[in-house]
């Protein structure tokens, strides 16, 4: 299928897996979305309801559709269900919080463990982390500062890299290809550094270690291409926007330093958009995955693939959207052959709470108008019922 002939509004593909009464509660959820004091206290609601016994009602709610499970083997219903469809799983350990020596050992051990699970299962394409989840988040901010680092933190930090490098090595030697998520930009410089050290190790015969860009940062479109350029190994990278904008320009407008996002949404697009088309002019030595519910910035991936004469099948170009958000952009890509793999998270309901929070921030955004997931399921919903 040509990629003008894919259609983003087929929903009837897009929402194939959902009952109607799966259906019926994500309408519930989404329009439960659109009041703003519910997603505003709806994490402290929701921490009150677990602690208080009722954690089958969050469970069944929003962790059910944004999440596969709390432990691994609690996915494989989602694992299977996405992949009838076409559609691989990125297994996400969606917990946050605790920053110490022993949750982060337990994290790495979890991760691999992830690995594992995705080790020969064409299911689970890829693996994914974040550093901030095995290293403490100060000590990677005063590394890059460069400021000089005291005994016990040289030692922490022999840890993290220890953590980091079993990693990837375990991803490497299960020949399963892992994305080290990108953070805040204060913190991104020792990830990058990691990263990089693990690509040269790794990445000898294709990408196996994937490192994330951030184009709503105004300088990652060069970084990129220095990076392409400066590098003989294989190289892969997961291209997203970004996730922390607030965050970015709020700590910029405090320090009084130039803002590290782009002037405009525009700027954002245009450089997503021509990290895409650097990343396809390496393809030799590029492998791509498109980290975005955007529906033209995925258009213009299908259209290059097919200047390029790369077929929607090759390894190396794949589109990623996360469990329960743009099923209309995964599966009707999935549907016409295009490699396409969903963001699982999983974790105890407690734990994943801060993630899914912010899944309800994400969709609440247009305030007053109907969101565009909403918009999606009634369309579906109204679809089947005139049968
Ligand atoms: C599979 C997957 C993996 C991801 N991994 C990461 C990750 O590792 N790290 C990370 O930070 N994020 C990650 N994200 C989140 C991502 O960065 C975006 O926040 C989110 O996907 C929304 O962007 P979009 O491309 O989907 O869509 P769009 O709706 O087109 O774009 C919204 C995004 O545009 C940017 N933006 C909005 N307004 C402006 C403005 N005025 N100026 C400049 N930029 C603006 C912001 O980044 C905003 O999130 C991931 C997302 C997915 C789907």
Request: proline share 3%; charged share 25%.
């Amino acid at each position: 299928m040509q990629a003008t002939q894919v259609s983003f509004s087929n929903t009837e593909i897009a929402f194939k897996r959902f009952s109607n009464s799966d259906l019926r509660k994500a309408e519930w959820l989404f329009r439960s979305f659109n009041y703003p004091w519910l997603v505003r206290n709806g994490p402290s609601m929701a921490s009150f309801a677990v602690s208080l016994g009722m954690k089958s009602l969050i469970k069944n709610t929003i962790f059910h559709h944004f999440c596969g499970g709390e432990h691994i083997g609690a996915c494989s219903e989602t694992i299977d269900q996405l992949y009838q469809f076409g559609v691989g799983t990125i297994l996400d350990y969606s917990v946050e919080g605790e920053e110490e020596e022993s949750v982060f050992e337990e994290t790495c051990r979890e991760i691999i463990r992830t690995i594992e699970r995705a080790a020969g299962n064409e299911k689970i394409p890829f693996s994914v982390f974040k550093t901030t989840g095995i290293a403490r988040f100060a000590l990677l901010e005063k590394i890059q500062t460069g400021a000089a680092l005291s005994a016990d933190e040289q030692s922490e930090w022999e840890a993290v890299r220890s953590r980091f490098s079993r990693i990837c090595r375990s991803a490497s030697e299960h020949k399963v290809r892992i994305f080290v998520d990108a953070e805040e930009s204060w913190i991104q410089d020792p990830i990058d550094q990691l990263t990089m050290e693990m690509m040269h190790l790794f990445n000898r015969e294709r990408a196996i270690v994937y490192n994330t860009i951030q184009l709503y940062r105004h300088d990652r479109l060069e970084f990129l291409k220095k990076t392409i350029s400066g590098t003989p190994c294989y190289l892969g990278f997961k291209l997203v926007r970004g996730a922390y904008m607030e965050k970015e320009r709020a700590r910029a407008g405090q320090m009084g330093y130039r803002d590290p996002i782009q002037p405009d949404k525009a700027a954002a697009d245009r450089d997503y958009n021509e990290a895409l088309k650097t990343c396809l002019e390496h393809i030799d030595r590029v492998s791509v995955c498109a980290g975005t519910h955007n529906e033209d910035s995925s258009r213009y991936l299908m259209q290059l693939m097919e200047e390029h004469h790369i077929s929607p099948q090759d390894e190396r170009v794949y589109f990623s959207q996360l469990l329960g958000m743009s099923d209309h952009i995964s599966f009707n890509l999935a549907n016409a052959g295009y490699r396409v793999a969903k963001y699982v998270p999983y974790g105890p309901v407690k734990a994943v709470l801060p993630y899914l929070g912010r899944r309800a921030q994400e969709n609440s955004a247009m305030a007053g108008q109907m969101g565009r997931e909403l918009a999606m399921i009634r369309a579906e919903r109204q679809r089947r019922s005139r049968g």
